[in-house]
């Protein structure tokens, strides 16, 4: 038996959570609604291959786990050309203020994805990035102080037979 | 599941709807602003409004020339019968139409280049062979606010110099007529050519399509065509343009006006000539024809009288045109009072 008292007080409060619902700043997450079709599936950022024969392009892509590289996705958040232009330049569009609604949103992007964002300084450096660039580093002077060593090798045996 | 989609695509469309109209206002607000900004103690803007009201006046609204035919698609011609009121509506609409595109285009100060590091991580340098560019593709933000930046080969973020800037936008929103890189007609051996062939106007619509308005380039064109214009006198070529009001600024600020003005006696536009030379003045308040004509509070042909006295380099020149326009003058006066 609600009395006209309640119902005047649950309207207004009602008025009030919808207000408070269509503010600019509150997000309505809707992805939990939506994963009710794949049994465990979670949305992911990910590059989606394109292009031709010896050319590839990725468009960076949200689009549920469970499907296919290449099929339907969600939205389209930006693209990425691994082959250098004449600028020697490789070209990352990125659609920040989605990829921020996304993430928001509970989507986890894939390894590329992460390194390209964090070079963009979007995110902060991926490890492995930086585990990369140590090994290298680390290549390069092993490189180095064997030919070194073989050139100090080489004089050696280079000064003994003009000695003898 | 469904109505979610067609919610989302509605909101989707609005949103960039507005955001459309958002930058078309944001544009024209901008402009706006200029204007309305104050001129006390500072030499005058080319957006301050008695500078604008001056040249509009002095470019003239020369409907033949506005609504010249453009080669555009084959059409065949429309005739429609009208009444004398419903003419003179027609004529007052075309001229409304050619204010819109008689607009003049901003004149702005060079831009600044940038270079700003955002983070230097020289750690990284040999991974890459190449450099990443990475371009902020949100609809709603202007281009100028755009976030560009680029990942050097030695590991540096830094943000992206204009060239660059210009390029990736145009790449990711794209204009109608701009090219990713200019045409070879900007050349300078090439804009010779285009002098020689008198298509100046056309050369700058050109580079307003190509170049933003403060980009180095676009500045290097105009002052080159302005200056062509000036050594050969073709001033009539721009009149009634949208581009006469620039060059009538570039010259005013290079004291080059002296041959503007014989070209407007000659074709009996004296209150233009004193328009100029009122503009003149307010831009260079201290030298001696400004004052001498400040102290004579003069009007229309005196002013060109006495800055023909005073400042001009060309003052023989001046003061003949002036002498033909008076005997010219007095000439049909004399007819007309005859019979």
């Known amino acids: ?164 | 599941m469904a109505a979610f989609k067609i919610t989302r695509r509605l909101i989707r469309d609005v949103e960039l709807k507005s955001a459309v109209l958002f930058r078309c206002a944001r544009r024209t607000l901008c402009s706006e602003s200029a204007n309305n900004s104050p001129t006390d103690g500072r030499s005058p803007r080319f957006s301050d409004k008695e500078v604008q009201n001056i040249l509009t006046k002095i470019t003239g609204l020369d409907l033949q020339k506005a609504f010249r035919p453009v080669k555009q698609e084959l059409k065949p011609p429309t005739y429609r019968l009208m009444t004398d009121a419903q003419l003179a509506q027609a004529t007052q609409k075309a001229m409304q139409v050619a204010k819109e595109r008689l607009k003049m285009p901003p004149v702005l100060p060079e831009r600044k280049p940038i270079d700003d590091v955002l983070a230097e991580d020289k750690f990284l340098e040999g991974l890459e062979t190449v450099k990443y560019v990475f371009t902020d593709i949100t609809y709603n933000i202007p281009h100028r606010e755009r976030f560009i930046v680029i990942r050097e080969p030695d590991g540096t973020l830094r943000k992206a110099t204009w060239e660059e800037r210009d390029r990736m936008v145009q790449l990711y929103f794209p204009r109608e007529g701009r090219r990713l890189t200019p045409p070879p007609v900007f050349k300078e051996e090439n804009l010779k050519v285009v002098f020689l062939q008198d298509r100046h106007e056309d050369i700058l619509d050109l580079c307003l399509v190509q170049f933003e308005p403060d980009s180095p380039d676009y500045r290097r064109v105009h002052n080159l065509t302005y200056e062509d214009i000036d050594k050969h006198g073709k001033y009539d070529l721009l009149r009634s343009t949208r581009h006469f009001g620039g060059m009538v600024w570039y010259l005013v600020n290079g004291k080059k006006i002296d041959g503007l003005l014989i070209d407007m006696i000659q074709r009996d536009l004296i209150q233009d000539a004193a328009s100029v030379i009122h503009l003149y003045h307010m831009l260079h308040p201290r030298g001696s024809s400004a004052k001498e004509a400040g102290e004579q509070q003069a009007q229309g042909i005196d002013l060109v009288k006495i800055f023909a006295r005073t400042e001009s380099q060309k003052a023989g020149y001046v003061e003949l045109a002036l002498q033909a326009y008076q005997e010219t003058s007095t000439e049909c006066s004399a007819q007309s009072s005859s019979p």
């Open chain 1, 1 to 164: 038996m609600a009395a006209p008292e309640a119902i005047e007080l649950t309207r207004l409060v009602y008025s009030d959570v919808l207000n408070f619902n269509l503010a600019k700043d509150t997000m309505v997450h809707l992805s939990s609604l939506l994963l009710k079709h794949y049994h465990g599936g979670h949305v992911v950022i990910r590059l989606a291959l394109g292009g031709c024969t010896n050319r590839p392009f990725y468009r960076i892509v949200a689009a549920y786990n469970k499907r296919a590289r290449d099929s339907k996705h969600i939205e389209q958040l930006g693209s990425f050309d691994p082959l250098p232009n004449l600028y020697n330049e490789k070209l990352v569009s990125l659609n920040f203020q989605r990829i921020k609604y996304w993430i928001a949103c509970g989507a986890h992007p894939t390894k590329p994805v992460a390194k390209l964002l964090g070079l963009s300084g979007f995110f902060p450096l991926y490890p492995m990035t930086v585990t990369k660039a140590e090994r290298l580093r680390k290549t390069v002077a092993q490189k180095e102080a064997l030919g070194a060593s073989e050139e100090g090798s080489e004089e050696a045996s280079e000064s003994k037979p003009e000695t003898a």
